[in-house]
């Protein structure tokens, strides 16, 4: 073969050629980008994508992006061969979810509904219904199925050759057998790739190695902690009476799918406890590779999985199947522009589903490339999420182990990982175990979900859809906040020092409220792209014309880091990342001033510490950074301390606290409290495809302040037009039912948008009050 010739440019290098590169290099050839080159290490789909099973299934999300995204690829993969001549092997056999018992029949009814408010044509259907459709199935134990009969599969070989041919009409270039050996930088920015065969420059790359991404990543110390691991399927012998048009069948609670192969049996398997594969790394050269199957730890899942379909039991098997597949550590895609450097875009990490969505998450990337940000919500899965200790090689082996597990598990609520525990502890973790605090996955850190009271155990038995045995011990938490005081550790906050000559200029320019204004005063704003769409929610808080203060969600962390970075430009401004140095405790409630003030010298009289202030109060032994400011509604206040003295000012309220009827409260608490009195959530009930008018937050908004600041022209045209969409508040009078993300919301009858999040209101007479969009 001659060797492959490359440009020297190109607007857009994409590194590798499975199903994912070859999307994005389609959709940005599409949308009008064509100076584009896709360069594969070995051929195209020899990574993963070779041997998938080519499931397309769109029920089973109730993420509206990752929705939108499995409609797009179905109706993507039906259209294609029409445009491109490739056939793609999409076949609308139509899809079947099972409910075996009651947890999972509850979460699909709840799934179903969100999917068919989102247009996708799903049906409960009953056990003979589900026989009917696939008689080969055992299914008296079935409480219900949900069909799509427009779901299918697909031959992920074909739709990746198709989209391939469909990049290429439209002038984008592929390249087999070279290797991208690195990226090139200058200033922070990407330049180019080194090859196995010559240089080329580029303004943008777009790192789409699938299992490698990480590695490749790191060699520009972009965080990519995706892990692969090993994923069976089998292949029957053929079963007289297997069609080839029966629809695919599955049942999580068996740990398997089921659908036709050359007149076989494919039984695909999600085992609860997996395994991990080359956590050391990915060998270079692996190609159209298979891993040895584990017939000991895979064969007790086989048996259940086959029970399922009993005339596989006694059929012979004629493949079992291993190939690996990456997992990532909270089942979402790593998909955007890397923190670290400006214009390295990933797209990797596909936790299993990268032929289903990877028609629409090539469409959402070429758009986020070529218009600088994401047309849809992107907080759920953007790249930016992720932690460099989550990279390390112990975390993506233990986390790994339970990330493939979750897929068919029952998605309850409440359920937090638990693997890769204990990785970030505040300093007053030990204080709030004894306590009785039961902990969840907060980003990393173990932060305190609710507190069991003395004498009981901070455990969850059982986990379920409905009043959990802690329910009356978070209204506790929730009574006592709005009553008298609590205190809350909330030291996994992400804070920063911003500080400089420029440091106002650049957070006023960035912030879409005022900022720097007063010395001694906290701000909330938002901070809006040029789209006048949401990239953060936030405080400013303003110490002296040099030293500003910046917390955020510890979702937002690396996002709100990364925002302020990039606008800084040549300003004299300084961006110090403290958030280990500080811990948080939230003393808030009626009696907090109370509280306080038995604690230091400081006057926090309502004159001389009004709502807003910010100062260095005394407590005890301690320096600590006071900001009267509430997330949940009621008097109360920050206190941010040095690490070493967060114990010390911790002991010393809980000492005093008594008289005051203070008491610990967690994050169910924070929940209740903030949506009864609408606070916002970035990331939960706001995201980046919001206005600030959409939301509510108009008011957090300064349109006359010199200067102006990011979005401001965007918001102002905003203002001339009527609102498309609305963030609006809704309380369920019947206090029964609990919402928690996802429910259609109805007016009169017709369905008028889902809930963004929810939560039981304690305060407003036990009902839930959910936050829905429209
Ligand atoms: C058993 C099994 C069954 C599956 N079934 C389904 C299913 O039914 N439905 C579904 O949606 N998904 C399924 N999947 C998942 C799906 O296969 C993957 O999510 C998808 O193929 C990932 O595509 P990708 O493009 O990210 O990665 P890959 O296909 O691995 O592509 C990455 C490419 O990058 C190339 N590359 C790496 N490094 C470099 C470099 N330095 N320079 C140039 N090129 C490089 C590699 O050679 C490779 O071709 C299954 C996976 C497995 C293992």
């Not at 907090?592 to 109060?617: G, H, K, M, V, Y």
């Amino acid at each position: 073969m001659a060797d492959p010739v490359l440009p020297q440019h190109a607007r857009v290098v994409v590194i590798g050629g499975g199903i994912i590169g070859c999307s994005v290099a389609y959709h940005l050839a599409h949308m009008g980008c064509t100076d584009v080159v896709l360069i594969e290490r070995d051929r195209l789909t020899s990574g993963t994508t070779w041997h998938a099973a080519g499931l397309i299934v769109t029920f089973g999300s109730t993420s509206e992006t990752s929705t939108e995204m499995r409609k797009y690829t179905r109706d993507l993969y039906a259209r294609l061969e029409a445009e491109t001549d490739v056939a793609t092997g999409f076949k609308p056999v139509g899809f079947i979810e099972i409910a075996a018992d009651r947890d999972r029949l509850e979460e699909y009814r709840r799934v179903s509904a969100f999917n068919r408010h989102c247009g996708i044509d799903v049906h409960e259907i009953s056990a003979k219904q589900v026989h009917d459709l696939f008689p080969l199935a055992r299914t008296d134990d079935i409480l219900a199925g949900f069909y799509v009969e427009n779901d299918g599969r697909a031959n992920p070989v074909d739709v990746t050759m198709s989209l391939a041919r469909g990049a290429r009409m439209k002038g984008a270039k592929i390249v087999e057998g070279v290797a991208v050996t690195g990226v090139t930088t200058k200033g922070g920015a990407v330049t180019g790739v080194t090859t196995t065969h010559g240089d080329i420059t580029a303004e943008v790359v777009v790192n789409c190695a699938g299992m490698w991404a990480r590695q490749l990543g790191a060699k520009n110390g972009v965080n990519i902690p995706l892990q692969s691991a090993e994923h069976y399927y089998l292949i029957t012998d053929a079963i007289p009476g297997l069609s080839s048009s029966c629809p695919v069948l599955e049942d999580p609670g068996s740990h398997g799918y089921f659908r036709e192969e050359v007149g076989g049996l494919m039984i695909g398997l999600f085992e609860p406890i997996c395994a991990p594969w080359k956590v050391s790394g990915v060998p270079e050269d692996f190609s159209f590779g298979e891993i040895e199957p584990d017939w000991e730890r895979m064969g007790p899942y086989v048996e259940t999985a086959m029970k399922r379909v009993p005339i596989s039991l006694d059929t012979g098997v004629k493949k079992f199947f291993c190939g690996p597949e990456s997992f990532t550590p909270d089942l979402q895609p790593v998909v955007g522009e890397a923190p670290e450097l400006k214009n390295y875009f990933v797209a990797a990490g596909m936790n299993s589903i990268g032929i289903l969505t990877g028609g629409g998450l090539g469409r959402v990337l070429a758009h986020w490339i070529l218009n600088g940000r994401a047309d849809v919500d992107v907080t759920g899965f953007h790249i930016d999420r992720l932690h460099r200790y989550q990279s390390n090689p112990e975390y993506r082996r233990v986390r790994t182990v339970e990330s493939l597990g979750m897929v068919y598990q029952c998605h309850y609520p409440t359920r937090s990982m638990q693997t890769a525990r204990g990785a970030k502890r505040s300093a007053l973790h030990d204080r709030l175990a004894a306590a009785g605090a039961y902990f969840k996955d907060v980003s990393g850190w173990e932060g305190a979900d609710w507190y069991a009271p003395a004498g009981h155990e901070a455990k969850v038995e059982t986990l379920s859809w409905g009043r959990q045995p802690w329910f009356d011990w978070w209204k506790a938490e929730h009574d006592a906040a709005r009553n008298d005081v609590i205190l809350m550790d909330m030291s996994f906050m992400a804070k920063f020092w911003v500080q400089g000559r420029d440091a106002g200029a650049v957070l006023e320019r960035i912030s879409a409220n005022r900022v720097n204004g007063p010395k001694g005063t906290i701000t909330y704003t938002q901070w809006l792209n040029g789209g006048g769409t949401l990239e953060a929610d936030l405080t400013v808080t303003k110490l002296d014309d040099q030293h500003f203060w910046v917390v955020a969600s510890d979702t937002a962390h690396r996002h709100v880091n990364a925002w302020m970075r990039r606008h800084i430009g040549d300003a004299h401004a300084f961006v110090t990342d403290v958030t280990s140095s500080y811990a948080q405790l939230n003393v808030q409630g009626p009696r907090s001033r109370e509280l306080l003030a038995s604690l230091t010298s400081a006057d926090l009289s309502n004159e001389a510490f009004p709502f807003r202030a910010a100062r260095e109060i005394d407590i005890g032994f301690a320096r600590v950074f006071c900001v009267r400011i509430t997330y949940l509604g009621e008097l109360g206040y920050e206190l941010y301390i040095p690490a070493e003295q967060a114990v010390h000012v911790y002991e010393r309220i809980v000492a005093a606290g008594g008289p005051f009827g203070l008491r610990h409260a967690g994050l169910k608490a924070l929940a209740s409290l903030r949506m009864e009195k609408a606070y916002r959530d970035y990331g939960h009930d706001i995201d980046n495809t919001d206005s600030v008018l959409e939301v509510g937050l108009g008011f957090a908004v300064d349109l006359e302040k010199p200067g102006g600041f990011i979005g401001r022209d965007a918001v102002l045209a905003k203002k001339q037009t009527p609102l498309r969409k609305r963030l609006v508040q809704i309380l369920v009078k019947d206090p029964e039912p609990l919402l928690f993300h996802a429910e259609i919301v109805h007016r009169d009858g017709k369905p008028v948008g889902y809930v963004r999040a929810a939560s039981y209101g304690h305060t407003l007479g036990g009902g839930s009050r959910p936050t829905a969009s429209r």
